[in-house]
Every structure is written in structure tokens, then in C-alpha cells.
């Protein structure tokens, strides 16, 4: 005959193995919601390597507003003057002819037939950038071939009757825009993102997904990935801030900071937005999921 005691001992494995498999599935919750916030911030540089840098009419639109930016205008002018007055000989005229030379230069920037050879220039320089970024072809400095923009100053400054203006030179006049060769770690990861696409973005919004739907406080933990997301977009802009500042700090001393900050601005720029609005649209639902669970807490007591 079985004593109290005994007949009591089997009804105590279901109770253990629910609590082994609540403590399972809060684990395996935890472990994905940690896993999703640290997806969202490279599903942002994901798309933006795939989609942004990767497709040719979208880096040309990143570039494009670059075209009228006074810094750059400046650096393209003094190049391609230098380059012209290698070539010329005035004598005593030299300083005039170059500042004459360059201010026609500078003149010719603010027109758009200048934006569209700069459009062409970078069309032209995208393939060098991808190879930069993902290979790391050569030293991985990519450069911008101003013979377009240089062949469209010597037709204009020959319409106006310039001196010497047939002897300016077309080819071999460039402008650098990128040196990858500085940052061999960061040239590594731009290749797996790329390569990941948007991939990383289902994956982040699978994990979230099973994560809360695990969790045994589905709010909360819907709540707690929100903020988790947001949390690493800003550990995200906050690294934008931080490589734009050694970016800078460690140019070749022929590069001008002012031009490479313009750059760097442009190519950071889809990437910052997104973050900021990712950032904010977690916040929100955060609040919102928050303020509702709160609202339905309350009125079983009121009732």
C-alpha cells in the first residue's frame, strides 16, 4: 500500500518540467531580443551598403549635391589650375594668368553644365569605389577624373577667346575622394554587409518575432526590444560622429579637410537619417505599448 507521501511524488514532474520549459523559453526569449537590437543597427548599414554605395544611380545621388558645395568647388578649381599652369609658361604673367585662370575655373563651377560632368565623373568613379570598399584594389585610394569637367573649362575658355586656352591639358587631372587603404577593418565589414543586403532587416524583424512571442510578458518585452533598437542606433550615430572625427584626423596633408568632411557627410548621410528615424519610430511604439498596457491594467481594478 503507498503511503500519502508517495502517491504524492508524480504529480511533482509536470510542475518541474513546466517550470524547466518557462525557464527555457525565457532564456531563449532574452538571447533573441538581445539579438534583434543588435541587428537593427547593421540592418541600417546593410541596406545602406547594398542599396546606397551599391547601386550606381544611387551613389551618383548621393554624390550630386556635393557639385555645389564651395569646398569642393574650391579644391576642383585649384587642381585643375595647377594642372593648367604646368603647362603654360606667361613669364611675368604666370600669377595673373593662373588667377585669371582659376577664377574662370570657379566661374564654370556654378553652372550646371559643371553638375553634369560631375555626375559623369562619379558614374565613372563608382565601380572604384566598390572595388575599394569590398577588395581593396591597389593602396585603396579611389580618385575622381576631372577630364570631363576639364574638357568642357577648355571648350568654354576657347569660346571666350582665352590665351593659351588650347594648351590646357584634359587627361591626368584628378581629385581623391576616398582612401580605403586606411581602414582594412571597416573595408571587411562593408564586403559582409553588402553581401547580407536585407537580409539582416527579416532577420532582425524574425527574431523579434519568436523573441516576444517566448517571452511569458509579451508587452514588456515588446516594450523591452523597442528600447534595446533604440539603444543601438544611438551607440550607431554615436560611431558615425566618432569615425567622421579620426576620418579627418588623418588626412594626407594635400587633402582638404573641409572637402573630405563634405564627403564623408554625403556618404554618412542615409545611414544617420535612418538611424534617428528608427531611433525616434522605437521610442514611440515604446511609449505607446507602455501607456497601453498601462491603461489595461487599470480597469479590472476600476471595475
Request: glycine share 8%.
Amino acid at each position: 500500500m503507498s503511503s500519502p507521501a508517495n502517491a504524492a511524488r508524480p504529480a511533482r514532474a509536470p510542475s518541474r518540467a513546466r517550470r524547466a520549459g518557462r525557464g527555457f523559453s525565457a532564456v531563449a526569449s532574452g538571447v533573441l531580443l538581445v539579438v534583434t537590437a543588435l541587428l537593427v543597427p547593421l540592418a541600417i548599414l546593410s541596406g545602406w551598403a547594398r542599396l546606397d554605395i551599391g547601386d550606381a544611380d544611387e551613389y551618383v545621388g548621393t554624390m550630386e549635391p556635393l557639385a555645389s558645395n564651395e569646398h569642393i568647388q574650391a579644391d576642383i578649381a585649384a587642381a585643375v589650375t595647377d594642372r593648367v599652369m604646368r603647362e603654360l609658361d606667361t613669364g611675368p604673367l604666370q600669377d595673373t594668368v593662373a588667377e585669371f585662370v582659376e577664377s574662370a575655373i570657379r566661374s564654370f563651377t556654378t553652372t550646371e553644365t559643371f553638375r553634369t560632368g560631375w555626375n559623369a565623373a562619379n558614374r565613372e568613379a563608382h565601380g572604384a569605389v566598390q572595388r575599394a570598399l569590398r577588395e581593396g584594389d591597389g593602396n585603396g585610394a579611389v580618385t575622381l577624373n576631372l577630364a570631363p569637367i576639364t574638357q568642357q573649362v577648355k571648350d568654354q575658355l576657347e569660346a571666350d577667346g582665352v590665351p593659351f586656352a588650347d594648351r590646357v591639358p584634359v587627361e591626368d587631372v584628378e581629385v581623391t575622394i576616398l582612401e580605403a587603404h586606411r581602414f582594412p577593418a571597416a573595408r571587411q565589414s562593408f564586403r559582409l554587409l553588402q553581401e547580407a543586403g536585407l537580409w539582416l532587416a527579416g532577420a532582425a524583424v524574425v527574431t523579434a518575432a519568436v523573441g516576444i512571442f517566448l517571452a511569458r510578458r509579451k508587452v514588456r518585452a515588446a516594450v523591452l526590444t523597442c528600447l534595446g533598437g533604440a539603444l543601438t542606433c544611438g551607440a550607431l550615430l554615436i560611431g558615425i560622429v566618432i569615425g567622421r572625427r579620426e576620418t579627418l584626423d588623418d588626412l594626407p596633408p594635400d587633402v582638404s579637410e573641409a572637402s573630405a568632411a563634405a564627403v564623408f557627410d554625403a556618404l554618412a548621410s542615409t545611414p544617420r537619417t535612418l538611424a534617428w528615424a528608427v531611433l525616434g519610430g522605437l521610442l514611440v511604439l515604446a511609449l505607446v505599448l507602455a501607456v497601453l498596457a498601462g491603461l489595461r491594467r487599470t480597469r479590472p481594478a476600476r471595475r
